[in-house]
């Protein structure tokens, strides 16, 4: 399945392809392209668009997209739920939503200014997300035991 968003990506823009090669589409093909082009290349290309406006797999309140995936493909996994949380404050206002949410918003910064671009950077924040996912399970294991 294709899915296309805008260039220049950074938080959402990486989380969304991760959750999605990790947890919804086992072969993706991933489109960065122009904000302007975004539904055109959409229509074109029969690809789904996320993270821009008027869309469903966008922002929707203070959600982002990674929660719009997560509750239109019934992702009630509690790991990615609690991901859920510090990807919202790294993408969005509430910076401070989690602990982790600013260092989050640091990293993806420092990737996409690094990367040469978004299918670079996006190879790049991977790991971290797995590394996030990973220690989320942690916590949520940690806290059951007591």
């Not at 008027?54 to 309140?61: A, D, I, K, T, Y």
């Not at 919202?88 to 260092?103: F, H, I, K, V, Y």
């Not at 200014?113 to 294991?141: G, P, V």
Request: charged content about 30%; overall charge neutral; hydrophobic content about 40%.
């Amino acid at each position: 399945m294709k899915w296309v968003t805008r260039e220049k990506a950074r938080v959402d823009r990486i989380a969304c392809p991760w959750l999605i090669s990790r947890f919804i589409d086992r072969d993706p093909t991933f489109l960065f392209v122009p904000d302007a082009e975004v539904m055109r290349v959409a229509e074109r290309d029969r690809a789904t668009p996320y993270d821009v406006p008027g869309v469903e797999l966008g922002h929707h309140g203070d959600r982002c997209s990674f929660d719009a995936f997560l509750e239109k493909y019934r992702l009630a996994d509690p790991a990615l739920q609690a991901l859920a949380l510090i990807v919202r404050g790294a993408d969005t206002d509430q910076r401070n939503l989690t602990p982790e949410s600013p260092g989050l918003y640091a990293l993806a910064s420092g990737f996409r200014e690094i990367s040469t671009d978004d299918h670079a950077n996006m190879a790049r924040q991977f790991a971290a997300y797995d590394a996030l996912h990973a220690y989320c399970r942690l916590k949520l294991t940690e806290t059951r035991r007591g």
